[in-house]
């Protein structure tokens, strides 16, 4: 059965600033998108897969030129975004259509350029046995939950995880998944298919497959590469 990469890359980078955005600034000597990709393609090389990018429609041109300027030869297909990721990834998922003859649907953020093949491996397989699979880490800061009237309460850090991408899921599962109502409280793909009835399956994630947000990031993605 195939398996296909969303890889999300819609993002404006208003948070961190400059007029490029975040998923076109150079990492390593090329795009952080093409870094990517490229960490996609090398972990699922051994697989029947496809890679499919969304784009704002108006960085389409913008990503072309890129790719013929870096001889960029990672096959993958373009779709257009919407204006939420959720919009995004529905957008690409209505490009496959059916899912016939597609076991796996991996979602990833087009600015976590640093994912690893075993980290993948691991999301791949458990979504193959069991449905779904995210990629999580434990939190090292302590956390207060926000109450009324500037109150706040400690919460118990050891019940709590961050997520991290690729997500992967059943195909049918995450295609059914995003045909359901848009939800405002939906921040990722696992929220979407726990809403449509489904088990959310965790795995262990790492703490180096960080999001490029700010300059800060790209900077320890760039000291990260080096060491690599």
Known sequence: MKTI???VAGGSGTRFGGSVPKQFVILGGKPVLMCTLEALESALQSTDHE???TLPEAEMRRWKVLCLEHDFKVAHRVVAGGSTRWESVKHALDSVGSGDG?????VHDGVRPLVSRPLVGRVLQTARQRG??????SLTDSVRQLGHNGTSVAVDRSL???V???QAFNAQWLIDAYSRPYQAWFTDDASVVEAAGHVVTLV???PDNIKITRPSDLALAQILIRHA
């Open 132 to 137: 779904s699979a995210i990629p999580v880490v």
């Open 160 to 162: 709590l995880r961050a």
């Open 204 to 206: 262990v994630g790492e």
């Open 164 to 166: 991290q991408t690729p």
């Open 102 to 106: 597609v076991g796996v649907i991996m």
């Open 5 to 7: 990469a969303i890889i």
């Open 51 to 53: 890679l499919i990018v």
